[in-house]
């Protein structure tokens, strides 16, 4: 009963290093996000998917990228360059197809800590 | 632009001492309420959904309620291992900041 799981837990980078933090989870659901949590602005959306093969932006994309594998229960977040500004803790989540009447909010995995110095 | 707001940011009670916390919005085409726990160092962790106002929700000594414009998490009779950071989130219908708008949560300390 594994639910969304994140790795690394915990990560330290140099700037302008690049890595990816993987997400995946076991309970078949459509929808799949980034978020990141800063103190005092609380979690804010950096890509989105809604299926194999397909991202959107959030509200914080610039710096990441992202992509939904073919085996769709795993959704990968890239920094190319990692930047100090990109210090945070990053936290992914899953969800049912959102328009589904029994929609009942995102399953999140315990979240990536990320340090860029 | 859409928003959710939490009150108060940090919440300090003794045990047994019953509260609430209040997640107001202003949200175009809402279509539920969600209230989560977040311990230190942990993701998340889904409570309850509200549809509709009026409605009401309650799990062990926490109830949830929603009106047309905010959501009330009561805590009755709290304890300790209720302490966490509690986290309002407004579902709605498509944006850039995606379909879940999160407040910046509500810290609760409950003391022994």
């Known amino acids: 009963n594994a639910g969304v799981t994140q790795t690394p837990k915990f990560r330290v980078l140099k700037t302008g290093q690049s890595m990816t933090l993987l997400c995946a989870q076991d309970?078949?659901?459509?929808?799949m996000y980034w978020y990141r949590q800063d103190p005092g602005m609380g979690l804010r959306l950096i890509h989105y998917?809604?299926?194999?093969?397909?991202?959107?932006k959030g509200e914080v994309p610039d710096g990441y990228n992202v992509s939904r594998l073919k085996k769709k229960q795993n959704f990968l977040l890239g920094l190319e360059s990692a930047a100090p500004s990109q210090t945070s803790v990053y936290f992914c989540a899953s969800s049912l197809g959102t328009g589904r009447w029994d929609f009942d909010g995102y399953t999140f995995g315990s979240g990536t800590r990320l340090t860029v110095v | 632009e859409d928003q959710v707001t939490q009150s108060p940011e940090a919440l300090r009670l003794q045990e047994g001492e019953s509260s609430s916390l209040n997640c107001s919005y202003t949200v175009s085409g809402l279509r539920g309420l969600f209230w989560y726990r977040q311990d230190p160092g942990k993701g998340p962790e889904f409570l309850f959904t509200l549809y509709s106002a009026g409605e009401e929700k309650e799990k062990e000594r926490l109830k949830a309620t929603l009106t047309k414009k905010e959501s009330f998490l009561h805590i009755t009779a709290p304890k300790p291992e209720d302490s966490a950071t509690y986290l309002c989130a407004a579902y709605r219908d498509g944006g850039s900041q995606g379909n879940l708008i999160f407040g910046k949560g509500t810290k609760l300390s409950v003391k022994p």
């Open positions: 309970m078949n659901h459509e929808y």
């Open positions: 998917s809604v299926g194999e093969g397909t991202t959107a």
